[in-house]
């Protein structure tokens, strides 16, 4: 039997079978088993609530394991949220909304973490220090990092050259530094015996057990790094800004409000470092492969930005020029360099023939028909 099945693309009416409708419930149930039990090869460790068909997203209505998963994941939160459900129960609206808010996050993680499968194991990567391992990294953060007597640093090993190449340029400087999240305070130190005693180095971090610190390692506030008012106080008290170590929550919209609030008061040829943003591939600080939002996202749409001007209805003029000079990715860390942008010319130099050719030609932008 055909029917005329309206087509949202296309907004035309196109003619479609009406399989699914004279399919006894029967059938149906039976053709549900068998993908589900197909999707057992599905190499994700949570492959039996995976439809191969439903390209890699889990059938939420109809998969029961699904539903049974997210109940007992939200079992924590049942007894607070009959009352957030409740209109009647004595709660003020800004309880309710966080509580909300929470209970959606929540659920947003568990889907991604069931889409995705568990990330591996944060233990597997720990290791530790050998000779042999500690041969593999050379130069000055490495060096501080491993003759550390002092307060704990936690770092992963393959920052350490990056350090050095990022932030070599910055040593015996007058640079005014702030680190978000500051522990138990040896990154403080480490950068003070990196970057010298000329530059001004602060911390912050919400955890009100690192105030103690503020008279040990230098400045130390307390408040949160997506809490704009603290951050721009701060940065006051600074007298501005060249370096932002991101290392705080590692939570995306809290790495995000970070960079809004911070960036616009750096100085010209100022950098800002995120660290371990591998952590925007793991759900609980609200990541997932290519999920919007996270601090990767979120950076490669920079890198679109930064190329505005070759884009239909981009201009090459001042006005429409970014400041970010580069977004630099490696493995767990991304760094923005500051600089004023110009124009861009395309020149060619040099002679053939006796022709010289030394005129400047303005980048036209492209025009869409
Ligand atoms: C990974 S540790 C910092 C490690 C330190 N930089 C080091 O290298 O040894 C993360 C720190 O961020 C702090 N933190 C977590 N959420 C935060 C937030 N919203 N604002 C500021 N700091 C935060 C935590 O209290 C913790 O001390």
Known sequence: MTVLRFCRSSGRATPSRRRDKIETPRIQQT??????????????????????RSNGRPRLAKDRSLIKILKRTLRPSNENWGRVCDPTAAMSNKRRTFEMKSFLKRIEAKLWTIRLGEPPCYTSFRATVTDKL????????????????????????????????????????????????????????????????????FGVDNNPECAPLDTQTGPVRIGSQDDVDFLLSVVKEMGGLDIVLDDGSHIACHQRASFETLWPLISEGGLYIVEDTHTAYWPQFEGGLRRRGTIIEYFKNKVDHMHKHYQAGGSNTPEAMTDIESVQFFDSIIAIRKRKQFPRYTVMTGETDGEKQTNAVMLETPRCS
């Open 134 to 201: 500690r041969r593999n990294y050379t130069g000055k953060a490495a060096s501080i990092f491993f003759e550390n007597r002092g307060r704990i640093i936690h770092k992963w090993l393959h920052y350490l050259p990056i350090y050095d190449s990022l932030l070599g340029c910055y040593r015996q400087a007058d640079v005014r530094v702030l680190e978000i999240g500051v522990s138990k305070g040896g990154s403080l130190d480490m950068w003070r015996k990196f970057l010298g005693d000329r530059a001004t180095i």
């Open 31 to 52: 053709r549900q088993e068998s993908h589900l039990k197909s999707a057992g090869s599905c190499p994700n460790n949570r492959g039996q609530l995976y439809d191969p």
